[in-house]
T-cell receptor, first 114, second 113 residues
Framework: DQQVKQNSPSLSVQEGRISILNCDYTNSMFDYFLWYKKYPAEGPTFLISISSIKDKNEDGRFTVFLNKSAKHLSLHIVPSQPGDSAVYFCAASGRDNAGNMLTFGGGTRLMVKP | GAGVSQSPSNKVTEKGKDVELRCDPISGHTALYWYRQSLGQGLEFLIYFQGNSAPDKSGLPSDRFSAERTGGSVSTLTIQRTQQEDSAVYLC???????????FGPGTRLLVL
């Protein structure tokens, strides 16, 4: 039973436009959410996070939105650049998890076309 | 200092053999995690070390998997009698404490023939 789901395995966007990556979760104990970016043959790189006490966090071109009632979060990248092409993983951790181990979604492959 | 490092970067082994994967966390980080990513899947938690406490082994898929962390730093993940379904990328992450950002190494790509 997947507790974190990314229902779109891939997304293609034109350079300069907005990329929106979505993530849904089922565990109401999750209270901290992260997005990681992964290039081939590299480990995931932390991108941005959000605590459940917030509904938005912004860092440059990246904004994460959290809708707790819908158990949904999204990552917006604007404007998208070709270098953003990578696999993006949504991850969550929660209060029932003393070790803060992360539960990951299956990833969305973003392709930004020049 | 340097980021998380892992070795080997790639490992090909025959079914039934044992393998050891190594992780060097960021200096000073007290928490260390092992995850694995099977083909087309997300990352799956395996085991967690925090300081000198007993590790959380709740994610280990079978008793063929074990891990240790010596001196609170380097960690070794051992897979005994490897099976083809063990083929995956094994990723290590470290952090300065719980609820802090986890920094990942580049992973070890394991292929069991």
């Amino acid at each position: 039973d997947q507790q974190v789901k990314q229902n779109s395995p891939s997304l293609s966007v034109q350079e300069g436009r907005i990329s929106i990556l979505n993530c849904d979760y089922t565990n109401s104990m999750f209270d901290y959410f992260l997005w990681y970016k992964k290039y081939p043959a590299e480990g995931p790189t932390f991108l941005i996070s959000i605590s459940s006490i917030k509904d938005k966090n912004e860092d440059g071109r990246f904004t994460v939105f959290l809708n707790k009632s819908a158990k949904h979060l999204s990552l917006h990248i604007v404007p998208s650049q070709p270098g953003d092409s990578a696999v993006y993983f949504c991850a969550a951790s929660g209060r029932d998890n003393a070790g803060n181990m992360l539960t990951f979604g299956g990833g969305t492959r973003l392709m930004v076309k020049p | 200092g340097a980021g998380v490092s892992q070795s080997p970067s790639n490992k090909v082994t025959e079914k039934g053999k044992d393998v050891e994967l190594r992780c060097d966390p960021i200096s000073g980080h007290t928490a260390l995690y092992w995850y694995r990513q099977s083909l087309g899947q997300g990352l799956e938690f395996l085991i967690y070390f925090q300081g000198n406490s007993a590790p959380d082994k709740s994610g280990l898929p079978s008793d063929r998997f074990s891990a240790e962390r010596t001196g609170g730093s380097v960690s070794t993940l051992t897979i005994q009698r490897t099976q083809q379904e063990d083929s995956a990328v094994y990723l290590c992450a470290s952090t300065g404490g719980a609820y802090e950002t986890q920094y990942f190494g580049p992973g070890t790509r394991l292929l069991v023939l």
